[in-house]
């Protein structure tokens, strides 16, 4: 993501210029509307952009919490000595507010330059993780392109006007206080200095611990998983050890399930030909004892013809486990542009011809059901070394 | 014949041995690559059943090793039912790949077939490599892709059907079928390191 393409970044930069904006026109020749205005238009994107981010980035990446403080370091004078540079006095409250309320634009002016730099530098952390050289963070290479660090030099303007506005600010009209505008330098200066390193170790640290969150919450799921599943079939396997069909049985089961987990199915809701395949084989091996080997290469998600497809193969299926039985082969091979299924035993094979036309199970469910969707259905039977059904949809190789 | 079992699993190897020793003498078992090249190397054998997962840098890392002057033929076995298992495997210079949950009957049957020294193609691996080859690489030239004849027997194979049958549906030579198996093996052995990689990375499998 780039400073062009990104909202957020520029709606921080508008409101930080904005109030840098209104703060320059006021200072300069107090009383006109245009600042108000601009400070209006800047107030309500801090309050609605500036705030919130800074909110996120705090919580985030507590270092930035520093980066809040230097830009507030104005306000401690005030607070401190009860009086801006000229003088005042302003501990009566209205007086307070109208000589802090510079200050705290000043303040959100700088957050929004912060905040600019910080989305920067987490940009280049995002390529430092790439093992990229500090140097290549800052140009960019061949394969990874940096753009210019706009953000994060329009960050540091923003930070670098606000600065210099604040120290105007307090030390407006008054000679006699260029030591405490010195110590306001010094001071800033040593925060950021202290501020920037926090900053990124706070930004490769709550990386870190995003990664090994991650990671955690992963293992909690496959250890959930698997208890639900392989850990309670053993322990049913344990208990019907005595009845081999049943301990096969369980055993396929669970192998089918495992698989379709791995294939990441059942995230996916089942809604693939692979899912739908799957699954009618373990229909199919559980109903009739039959044994399939089911290969697929490629996957789709389900639409009106893979449907017919995935149907008239589950239907060829059942035919093949009732009249052939074991092995039962299913193979299929998924391309962008097309589908087939194989479905293939070694039984008895028939003629399809000799099938009476009352036993509509082969012509309606199959070949039937491709027909509608522009699929085919070819069956190929050899009387005595089984039978293939071959149903195909779009264009196949 | 002499057998030598290579599986981290310790049951599995104490399974496979009592269900072939019938048939045949299993010399040695071995639970790691390195293990594995000892026992080859000290006693021998005709046939190796490897595992593909196995510590210490898979069953690859064994093919990778053995020596090319009277090596043994190796089947591959595993759990797993994933290309880029298997695939590897078969480029690695395994002569067939067949899961763990084969039947006996066919364990011995393909036992016999990699002996011979012949391919053992399951229809899982008919179908894997014949994946394999369907990835468009760019500077493929002829001697590393397949004909269409060979795509048509590798088809046959993922549809399960047996040599047999499919010399029948052919109408060529069982010989013929085997020789177009052994071409489309050579064929994948051969096939640059950059092609298979590119397969790789199309299917995310590296990054």
């Given at each position: 993501m780039n400073a062009a393409s990104d909202p957020a970044g520029r709606i921080t930069a508008l409101a930080g210029a904005l109030l840098i904006a209104a703060l320059a026109v006021a200072l300069g020749d107090s009383g006109a509307t245009l600042p108000l205005a601009l400070l209006g238009a800047g107030s309500v994107l801090a309050l609605f952009v500036l705030v919130p981010r800074a909110y996120a980035h705090s919580r985030r990446h507590p270092a930035l919490l520093v980066g809040v403080l230097v830009a507030a370091l104005p306000l401690f004078p005030i607070l401190l000595f009860g009086g801006v540079g000229d003088g005042r006095v302003v501990w009566m409250l209205p007086n307070a507010v109208r000589a802090l309320l510079p200050l705290v634009v000043i303040a959100l002016a700088a957050l929004g330059g912060l905040i600019l730099i910080a989305d920067d530098l987490r940009a280049r952390f995002g390529l430092a993780q790439r093992g990229l050289t500090p140097w290549q963070r800052l140009t960019g290479t061949t394969d990874v392109p940096m753009p210019t660090p706009w953000r994060a030099l329009g960050g540091l303007a923003l930070v670098g006007l606000a600065f210099i506005l604040g120290l105007g600010y307090v030390g407006a009209g008054s000679s006699g206080l260029m030591s405490l505008a010195l110590l306001l330098v010094l001071g800033g200066g040593t925060a950021a200095i202290i501020a920037v390193p926090l900053l990124i170790a706070g930004l490769a640290r709550s990386d870190r611990a995003r990664l090994t969150t991650a990671r955690e919450d992963e293992r909690r799921r496959v250890a959930a998983h698997l208890h639900d599943s392989v850990l309670q079939t053993l322990a049913l396997v344990q208990r019907q050890a005595h009845d081999p069909a049943a301990v096969q049985r369980l055993a396929r089961r669970q192998e089918h399930e495992l698989r379709a987990w791995m294939a990441g199915e059942v995230e996916l809701g089942a809604e693939t030909l692979g899912a739908a395949l799957r699954k009618a084989v373990a229909e199919v091996e559980d109903d009739h004892d039959a044994t399939v080997e089911l290969t697929i290469l490629g996957e789709r998600a389900l639409d009106r013809e893979v449907e017919a497809l995935a149907a008239a193969a589950r239907e060829a299926l059942r035919n093949a486990a009732v009249h052939a039985g074991s092995p039962i082969y299913v193979f299929a091979q998924v391309s962008p542009d097309g589908a087939e299924v194989f479905i293939r035993d070694e039984g008895p094979g028939f003629e399809l011809s000799a099938v009476?036309?009352?036993?509509?199970g082969v012509r309606d469910s199959i070949i039937g059901r491709m027909r509608s969707v522009g699929g085919s259905a070819v069956l190929d039977s050899v009387p005595g070394e089984g039978t293939e059904v071959a149903l195909r949809i779009g264009v196949t190789g | 014949m002499r057998l030598v079992v290579v599986d981290d699993h310790h049951l599995f190897r104490a399974g496979v041995r009592a269900e072939l020793a019938p048939h045949h003498e299993v010399v040695g078992e071995a639970a790691t690559p390195s293990e594995a090249l000892a026992v080859i190397a000290e006693t021998k054998p005709d046939v190796v059943l490897l595992d593909v997962h196995l510590p210490e840098g898979g069953g690859v890392s064994v093919l990778e090793a053995l020596?090319?002057?009277n090596a043994p033929k190796v089947l591959a076995l595993s759990v797993s039912d994933a290309a880029e298992d298997v695939v590897p495997m078969i480029r690695a210079g395994a002569l067939g790949y067949v899961t763990k949950t084969i039947d006996t009957t066919e364990l011995l049957d393909a036992i016999a077939t990699v002996a011979a020294g012949d391919a053992c193609f399951s229809p899982r691996l008919a179908a894997f490599v014949l994946q394999a080859f369907s990835a468009p690489a760019p500077e493929k030239n002829e001697l590393e892709s397949l004909t269409p004849r060979e795509r048509e027997v590798l088809h046959h194979l993922a549809r399960g059907y047996a040599y047999k049958r499919i010399a029948q549906r052919l109408g060529i030579s069982d010989r013929t079928v085997e020789t177009h198996v052994g071409n489309v093996l050579r064929k994948l052995q051969l096939t640059s390191r950059h092609e298979v990689s590119h397969w790789a990375a199309k299917r995310g499998l590296v990054d």
């Open positions: 009476p036309t009352e036993r509509r | 020596p090319r002057e």
